[in-house]
């Protein structure tokens, strides 16, 4: 079969130091300290087959990803841009939909038959370590990543363990096109993502909060809509992009500004008539910019919620946090917690329509060309149809 695979160079800065672990497994912990001068391309791999446990699907639809960009991307020593856990070489993807074709054995995929519609959590959480066995699977300590250290979904088959598959019958029930319903399926990872920063991470809100979210790529567009579902009063919405900031709007945003052209907490306090905002979530991976201006319109008992991505150290004004009574949250992963069903009960009742940010698609043998254009941060969710 065909798949996307991402390859790199093994050279870790000079500064950076190697775990033996990470000696041992070739996993990276910090990938943009680790993986340099980054190929993609097209390639020619065996058909995999389920093992016990496991599940062979059709790959119907899978996003492009920002993490994916940040593969493809490069600083200028050529390591690539995205810090987390790596090991390459890898067929990439993980925001996926597909059909199962052939199940493995064991009592694991009895809850499943051939031509099952189903989307997949990306985080392979054992089950078994300390922080799963404590209910924190996004936090496994043997944690495998489907498109991040096994191979992905970029490709047109892929075998993945039944315990992370979700049946998405909801969806198609909800769009008549069968063609969009697969491509609706495949944007549940990155709303669970979204997800569970929110409502697991942050604890939500009351209806009639405050919110504002800044970075409207696909994470992004997913709080919007999530928060608006949530009974949010107004959501204020920062992105850069003229395609997203349409989109923000599109799906639910009361307000969206370029943040180059305003001073985001001077609009927010104005906004909010001087009450700041109970919720604010980091979606664009530049904290620099976003954290000081998110401690500005901490409201009383105010939170952060940081979902975006970004390998560096941010200042922080913690006696804003001590006066306000407010809370910074980190969020990884999408998995436990009932994230997935509640997110496609919500797809499939149309509290949230994602059909809305896909505004590109291209063909599996197209796939790098995909890469490209999405580096170029002028789509919503770019769609690559295998």
Not at 59 to 71: E, L, Q, R, T
Not at 171 to 194: H, K, M, N, Q, S
Not at 240 to 246: D, I, P
């Amino acid at each position: 079969m065909k798949g996307l695979r991402i390859s790199a160079q093994w050279q870790p800065r000079p500064d950076y130091r190697v775990s033996d672990w990470e000696k041992q497994t070739g996993k990276a912990v910090e990938g943009a300290n680790v993986w340099r001068h980054p190929k993609l391309e097209l390639t020619q791999v065996p058909d995999p087959k389920p093992g016990p446990g496991q599940v062979l699907l059709r790959v119907k639809a899978c996003g492009v990803c920002g993490s994916d960009v940040h593969f493809y991307e490069t600083d200028p020593e050529g390591y690539i841009l995205y810090p987390g856990l790596t090991k390459f070489p890898v067929i990439i993807g993980h925001e996926f939909a597909g059909e199962i074709v052939e199940l493995g054995p064991g009592p694991e995929t009895a809850q499943f038959k051939v031509g099952d519609r189903v989307t997949v959590e990306e985080m392979v959480w054992c089950g078994h370590c300390r922080p799963c066995r404590d209910g924190f699977p996004n936090h496994c300590q043997n944690l495998e990543e489907i498109g991040f250290t096994i191979d992905g979904a970029m490709a047109e088959y892929i075998v993945v363990p039944a315990k992370l598959c979700w049946k998405v019958d909801p969806i198609f029930e909800r769009y008549g096109d069968e063609e969009l319903a697969w491509e609706v399926a495949a944007t549940t990872e990155p709303t669970c993502v979204a997800y569970n920063t929110v409502f697991e991470r942050a604890g939500g809100f009351r209806p009639g909060a405050y919110v504002a979210v800044y970075g409207a790529g696909p994470i992004g567009l997913a709080a919007i809509q999530l928060c608006k579902a949530a009974g949010a009063a107004k959501v204020i919405a920062f992105e850069v992009s003229e395609v997203r900031k349409k989109l923000a709007k599109e799906v639910g945003a009361d307000y969206v500004f370029d943040p180059r052209q305003v001073t985001p907490s001077e609009v927010v306090m104005e906004i909010t008539g001087g009450e700041g905002t109970d919720l604010s979530v980091e979606a664009a991976g530049a904290p620099e910019h976003t954290i000081p201006e998110m401690e500005k319109t901490l409201a009383i008992n105010g939170k952060i919620a940081v979902v975006g991505r970004a390998a560096q150290r941010v200042p922080m004004f913690l006696e804003r946090f001590q006066v306000r009574r407010s809370q910074l949250y980190g969020a990884q992963g999408h998995s436990g917690h009932g994230i997935f069903p509640s997110v496609i009960r919500m797809l499939g009742a149309g509290l949230i329509d994602n059909s809305k940010m896909i505004t590109s698609r291209f063909p599996l043998d197209e796939a790098v060309a995909a890469l490209e254009k999405a580096t170029r941060r002028e789509d919503g969710k770019i769609m690559i149809k295998p």
